[in-house]
């Protein structure tokens, strides 16, 4: 499986957008016009041009779980010539958007598998109903965002492009793969490989993650009591029991407190085999929903909750803690496996989500970054 993402950023009246890691399209979409483009209207962009005009600091970054720990890398490495894959779009011969975007999956067929993570650069794309255009010119099987964790709303309604994330720029957001504590899963920006973290985590971390996996642990309060993402927004239901079905038939093991709050719990694998290349990635959530990451966020400074209080946590698949040193061994490996590149407007990138982790660099000022999920 991969996934597209399609990113924008937005400057006043200019976008930038991205798109989210989609799993890959089959092929009967693709004419013989297309074929005949395709090919032509691609051309490699220099590693130097994807480069940020300076390294951002990773070590003692504020809001970011482990950089001041042991191991943490210093700064945020740069692109390397084949990671992320970047390539021009020659927009000369005026195809649609449609078109683009059809031309644009038949490109990531073709090297996605190999790259894991496109960038496309120069794509006529300036609003959110252009990035729509161009996503169903794609033509693939679009994942909807149930059951997520972040406040993500949609950027048009009753279609499956959403705003990536409305957590605060000033969070730098840690290497995740989308949704990767779901049993479906589907933003500047540091892209990390799985299969190189697996290579240098410590053979004993791999081997305790492996044989027990990861138990997420989420809570869901009722939304008299709290408007981050209430069980009544998690299920589109203000009935419990309605709730609770949807949630078990997710996989999750549903407990109620007294005061109507929902906690769910779901244990998955902490690896996956690559269904085309077989190696065998890290695809987890189990350091950046562990509740550590919440607790470097300010509005949790001085807090006492108890660890299942927060939206989010996670223990072994047995249910016992990850140790300390597990969390910031996985984090220091999990950043100094990242490069990050600079976005322009226009940008699309589309990334193999069992492969490639992302996250985000806090930032300043106005910007968007759109996302589109599929899964084939
Ligand atoms: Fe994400």
């Not at 609770?244 to 996956?272: C, H, S």
């Amino acid at each position: 499986m991969s996934t597209f993402i399609f990113t924008s950023a937005r400057r006043q009246s200019s976008r930038l957008r991205h798109v989210s890691p989609i799993k890959l399209a089959t092929s009967y979409f693709l004419s013989t016009k297309i074929r005949s483009v395709t090919g032509s209207i691609f051309e490699r962009i220099p590693k130097e041009e994807l480069a940020p005009k300076t390294r951002p600091r990773l070590r003692d970054r504020e809001f970011l779980p482990g950089s001041t720990g042991e191991g943490f890398p210093e700064f945020l490495a740069e692109p390397s010539d084949s990671f992320p894959h970047g390539v021009r779009v020659n927009t000369r011969d005026q195809s649609s958007i449609s078109e683009l975007g059809a031309n644009c999956m038949k490109y990531i067929k073709e090297n996605l598998t190999d790259s894991q993570a496109i960038l496309f650069r120069g794509l006529p794309v300036e609003t959110a109903e252009d990035f729509l255009a161009l996503t169903e010119g794609m033509r693939g099987k679009p994942l909807n965002y149930e059951g997520g964790t972040s406040p993500r709303p949609k950027e048009i309604e009753n279609s499956d492009i959403y705003f990536a994330s409305a957590e605060p720029g000033a969070y730098t957001i840690e290497l995740h793969n989308e949704m990767a504590y779901l049993e479906t899963f589907p933003r500047k920006t540091p892209l990390g490989k799985c299969s190189d973290i697996v290579l240098k985590l410590d053979p004993e971390v791999v081997k305790k993650f492996e044989e027990k996996g990861v138990m997420y642990a989420r809570h869901l309060p009722d939304k008299s009591r709290s408007d981050y993402i209430p069980w009544q927004h998690q299920f589109y239901t203000d009935d419990r029991k309605a709730a609770e079905i949807r949630a078990q038939q997710r996989g999750y093991t549903v407990k109620w407190d007294d005061n109507g709050d929902m906690y769910l719990t779901y244990t998955a694998p902490a690896f996956l085999s690559h269904p085309v290349t077989g190696e065998k990635i890290w695809f987890n959530q189990a350091i950046q929903h562990h509740c550590t990451y919440s607790k470097a966020l300010p509005q949790y400074k001085g807090s006492d909750l108890p660890d299942e209080k927060y939206p989010c946590h996670t223990y072994y698949g047995d249910g016992s803690d990850i140790e300390p040193e597990v969390l910031q061994h996985v984090r220091a490996v999990s950043w100094s496996c990242a490069v990050g590149f600079r976005w322009k407007k226009g940008d699309l990138i589309a990334l193999d989500n069992l492969n490639v982790q992302h996250g985000r660099m806090a930032f300043t000022g106005e910007r968007k970054i759109l996302v589109h999920m599929t899964a084939d």
